[in-house]
């Protein structure tokens, strides 16, 4: 595929290795992690075991009702050949958090962290190098008491599996376009949009084959209520590059967290780093005739999606219902481009780790 190509032009980075042509989440290592939970017991010890099915009871809870929550994460290729996870103890606290909203017993943080460790270290061969690859983690847990009682199951199993991957979207950097969704929404109040529930995704399918019926790749969710504020662009979070007010620095917005909206870890990194850099970083509820006057007027200069997956993201155009909006022609998006340089940086070991996010993996024999 031609994504990673495009993607080393980009960054002026080395070239792609031989997993150049990784897709995303297709294929997986050589291992796995399990641990057990029990009523009795609680959490069990990791086991680590060679990728394999899962032997779950049809009648397993979670296959019923969607007593599962999962992460998201990656281990990079350093620059000095080591390999280093990138803020995980944000993703154990989250699935703690997404746990107790679905009523599944927490992970202490320190068994989440060390199978992440002990994945890698066993798979960290299969850690490809190329900028823009990386190994992603699915960490996820589910329900697996057989009974067809609706409450909460009596036993869980975690499970951890990898994924040498390149690029998320298809099309590499380059910029994508979104349809603003009126027909459906994700998240309502006191509902399930804060956490990694896999409901929330199936429920989205809908509205992304809507999207890709309006010749858009990817849906915008406006709030379930007034059906007017900027949540999110499919399972990225989203953010506008703005100019200063009064002649002040550029100003950096991302919707403000209200209870339906996924708090990213790449949101809160770039909101770290823009500020570092001296941007004017706000987080704000945002109508989304925001963005429609302000490409309209030129004042937003950029907007863009952000998440593990697909690292940064440019949106070139927008329609909702009948009418479309386009960004600036031939800003080139340089505020985007270079906080994802900056996040990559950090991320593959280049430059200093000024804020403690690199969590290298301990290799076997290095
Ligand atoms: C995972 C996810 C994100 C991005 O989160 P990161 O931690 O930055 O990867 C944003 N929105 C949704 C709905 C998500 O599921």
Known sequence: MTVMASTARQSGATQPDDAG????????????????????????????????????????????????????LKAYRQQDGGVALFRPEHN????????????????????FLAALHALVAADHAQVPSARGQSLYLRPFIIAVEPTLGVRPAQEYLFVLIASPVGSFFSGG??????WVSDTFVRAAPGGTGAVKYPGNYAAGFLA???AAEQGCEQVVWLDAVERRWIEEMGAMNLFFVADGEDGG????????????????VVRDSLLTLAADDGYDVREERLPIEFWQSGWEDGSLREVFASGTAAVVTPVEAMRR????????????????????ERLLDIQYGVTEDVHGWRSPVVLPGV
């Open 21 to 72: 042509r990784l897709g995303f989440g297709t294929r997986f290592t050589d291992h796995m992690v399990t641990i057990r939970w029990t009523s009795a017991g609680g959490w069990q010890d990791p086991e680590l075991i060679d990728y394999q099915h899962l032997a779950l009871d049809p009648a397993a809870v979670g296959l019923h009702y969607g007593q599962i929550v999962f992460e998201g």
């Open 92 to 111: 154990a606290r989250r699935i703690n958090r997404s746990s107790q909203r679905l009523v599944i017993p927490e992970l202490p943080e320190r068994a």
């Open 173 to 178: 950097l380059s910029p994508v376009s979104v």
């Open 208 to 210: 992304q084959r809507e």
């Open 249 to 264: 620095p550029t100003r950096l917005l991302t919707p403000r967290l209200t209870g339906t909206l996924l708090p990213g």
């Open 321 to 340: 219902g009948e009418r479309e909006w386009k960004a600036p022609t031939g800003t080139g998006n340089p505020v985007t481009l270079a906080l994802r």
